[in-house]
Structures are given as structure tokens and as C-alpha cells.
Antibody
């Protein structure tokens, strides 16, 4: 059973850099992408980006200029850094395992089958 | 404003069948698969339906998904009080080159 456990600073000031890490237990990096998703209080979900075992990344275009996702294969962990945060970045941040591929009909399938517990990050002066 | 459109709320009584719609476009639902997530209060989302119609192990067959053209639906039959949650649809968007979610539907079991 795959489990994801995440941690990181919960209170930041505007212009600081958000930093979160997610550890993967019960599985390896191989064959999957690993994503970050966020959810502002009382609002919906937003995909931030993903990384695979080879370090290949994909980002939400709206966050690409500020987000960096990296991995440490030796520790089976991956991390998110989001620079120049503002109050609009206040959210619960989740890590998750992504399953994404083109199926036999050419449709792109992309879903998250395991999730971390979530970390509330508040940006306030 | 979300790329995928869901009704903000839905409701039903125990035992009823409820459907939640998810409307998109040719760049997302029209060309890629749809997935659904259930988020119970105060918890992380959980994968409910993947690849339009598939249920992960452990998800009751009361939950079913469908897709037609640029729209998708989640149906819940035999509604139970523990189904009270927020439900989100999601799909890859070829134009935006990213995964997009619906705004979520809050299901209330009366």
C-alpha cells in the first residue's frame, strides 16, 4: 500500500518561498509521475505540476514561472518550491501520485490515485 | 471560474439516485478521459472514478461514471449519509496543456 507523507512550513510572509516535501512509502518512483495540487480555503482544486523518476517535469502554465518540483530518488521524496508567494497562494497543498498515459484510443488519461494528508500554508504579513 | 463546469450543489434522500454533471469542451473532455474525486469534510480527495467509468478497488458499485461528447456524469445510487461530500471532475486540457478540475459539487444527503 502506497502512502504519501508530506511536511513543510505552514506560515509564510509575502515574497517568501514556499517549500514542501513529500515522502513515498510502500512504493518506488518508477513508472509514475508525482504531483502537487493545492486547494484555497473553501475553494476547488488546482494542479500545480508533476515530476517523474527521470526528473522530467510538467507544470500548470499559470504557475510555471514560480514553481519548481524536484526529487530525491535516494530518499524516495519529491519537493515543491513556490517563489514570491502572496496571500493568493494560501491553500492546503497536497502531494499525490499521478497516473498519466495515452490509452489505446489516443485519449490522455491523467489521475491521482494516492494522496498525501495535505499541508495548510498561510501567507500573511 | 473553472474550465470544467459542475453544479455547485446537489442533494438527495437516502436510497435515492443522484447524478452530478461535468461539462467541458473539445480540448478537454472531448479528447481525453474524465476522472472523479470524492472529498469528505476535512480530508484529502480520494479517487472515485478513473478513465471515465472505472472504479478503483474498494469503491462501491453504487458509484458509476459516464461520458458523452464534451460532458461527463457521476451517478450515485442507493444514496447513503456517508456519501455527503464534495465531488470534483477532472481532465487533461490539450489547449491549456495542463490538468483542469471542475469547481466541485457539494452533495447533501437530506
Amino acid at each position: 500500500q502506497v502512502q504519501l507523507q508530506q511536511w513543510g512550513a505552514g506560515l509564510l510572509k509575502p515574497s517568501e518561498t514556499l517549500s514542501l516535501t513529500c515522502a513515498v512509502y510502500g512504493g518506488s518512483f518508477s513508472g509514475y509521475y508525482w504531483s502537487w495540487i493545492r486547494q484555497p480555503p473553501g475553494k476547488g482544486l488546482e494542479w500545480i505540476g508533476e515530476i517523474n523518476e527521470n526528473g522530467h517535469t510538467n507544470y500548470n502554465p499559470s504557475l510555471k514561472s514560480r514553481a519548481i518540483i524536484s526529487l530525491d530518488t535516494s530518499k524516495i521524496q519529491f519537493s515543491l518550491k513556490l517563489s514570491s508567494v502572496t496571500a493568493a497562494d494560501t491553500a492546503v497543498y497536497y502531494c499525490a501520485r499521478s497516473v498519466d498515459y495515452y490509452d489505446s484510443s489516443g485519449y490522455y488519461d491523467f489521475y491521482f490515485d494516492y494522496w498525501g494528508q495535505g499541508t495548510l500554508v498561510t501567507v500573511s504579513s | 471560474q473553472s474550465v470544467l463546469t459542475q453544479p455547485p450543489s446537489a442533494s438527495g434522500t437516502p436510497g435515492q439516485r443522484v447524478t452530478i454533471s461535468c461539462s467541458g469542451s473539445n480540448s478537454n473532455i472531448g479528447t481525453n478521459t474524465v476522472n472523479w474525486y470524492q472529498q469528505l469534510p476535512g480530508t484529502a480527495p480520494k479517487l472515485l472514478i478513473y478513465t471515465n467509468i472505472q472504479r478503483p478497488s474498494g469503491v462501491p458499485d453504487r458509484f458509476s461514471g459516464s461520458k458523452s461528447g464534451t460532458s461527463a456524469s457521476l451517478a450515485i445510487s442507493g444514496l447513503r449519509s456517508e456519501d455527503e461530500a464534495d465531488y470534483y471532475c477532472a481532465a487533461w486540457d490539450d489547449s491549456l496543456n495542463g490538468l483542469v478540475f471542475g469547481g466541485g459539487t457539494k452533495l447533501t444527503v437530506l
